[in-house]
């Protein structure tokens, strides 16, 4: 049987720039190990499946995410670049609309609005309720799998775990010389991440290229087969929170995050937080628009 797959940058305007995520818009009647052979054989860091969703859920439909290597819970940049494709495909209604689905996820149900800017499809994700996490990070041990030195962190800003639906760990770091001195040990940093039981090390900071951003990032997912991502959604909605949790973001700023610049994926990310009512769970909303770079089609073995 064939099935439709695509390439779409997320987190740009442009193709070629931001973080390719895989796509199959139609995923229904895949297995388990179908799904992982063909993210493995399109090699983009996520690709997301499209399914129908599970019953009683309320939800308008359901993503799984993959990894070359395994599967994830969520995928932010994954799910931009599929709601955008699908949006943009006119698969909810009439595309030249403001829309919004329900998209169930294993972290639970995510509300997504959907948009056109200057002709390219907008796509803001609702994430989960945000958590946080202490942890002992030894700065000296961090610093050498980073390849760089303790003095090189900026603690005027949070190091820490935190979760809109993924764990991470987050770095602060003083300048943007810093960020571009990076070395990872790969290697090590993998086995870190898997001791604190994060997904990614994602180290920031307030110095920016672009004068429109608000912090500079860069995303080393080691563990799970990621050396650096372009442009991570969930990490930038925890770091958010984690931001907002420590007084360095207001509710209701609308925070930009570029990421993917030393690797020639430039990504603006953007992100913003709003407190919840009556004592319930603060809202993070993360965003960007998304451009479809390929479009095809895979064959696949029905005992693949």
């Not at 179908?34 to 997301?48: F, H, K, R, V």
């Not at 006119?90 to 996820?105: A, I």
């Not at 998304?290 to 895979?298: Q, T």
Request: net charge negative.
């Amino acid at each position: 049987m064939g099935k439709a797959v695509w390439l779409v940058d997320a987190f740009t305007t442009r193709m070629f720039g931001g973080n390719v995520a895989g796509v199959v818009p139609d995923a229904t009647g895949l297995t388990d190990q179908q799904m992982q052979s063909i993210a493995a054989e399109l090699n983009a860091s996520e690709t997301a499946f499209v399914l129908p969703p599970s019953p009683g859920t309320n939800a308008d439909l359901r993503l799984r995410y993959f990894t070359p290597q395994v599967e994830v819970d969520l995928c932010g940049h994954a799910t931009i670049g599929s709601m955008c494709g699908l949006f943009s495909a006119g698969r909810f209604g009439n595309r030249d609309l403001q829309t919004s689905v329900q998209v169930e996820t294993r972290v639970g149900v995510l509300p997504i609005s959907l948009s056109w800017k200057d002709s390219v499809p907008w796509a803001e994700m609702g994430q989960a309720a945000p958590m946080f996490r202490e942890a002992d990070i030894d700065v000296a041990v961090l610093a050498q799998f980073l390849g760089i030195r303790p003095e090189d962190f900026d603690f005027s800003l949070p190091l820490g775990i935190s979760s809109t639906g993924l764990w991470d760990l987050f770095v602060p770091v003083r300048s943007l010389a810093v960020m571009e001195q990076l070395q990872p040990d790969f290697a090590r940093l993998a086995e870190w991440n898997k001791t604190l039981q994060v997904a990614s090390t994602h180290v920031y900071t307030r110095e920016t290229v672009d004068e429109q951003s608000d912090f500079h990032a860069r995303d080393f997912s080691p563990a799970l087969g990621i050396p650096e991502d372009p442009a991570t959604g969930t990490a930038t909605g925890a770091l958010t929170a984690l931001l907002r949790k420590n007084g360095q973001v207001a509710y209701g700023q609308h925070v930009i995050f570029e990421q993917g610049y030393e690797i020639g994926r430039n990504s603006l990310i953007e992100a913003h937080i709003e407190q919840g009512l009556n004592h319930g769970s603060d809202a993070v909303y993360v965003g960007g628009p998304a451009v479809v770079s390929l479009k095809g089609e895979m064959e696949i073995w029905l005992k693949g």
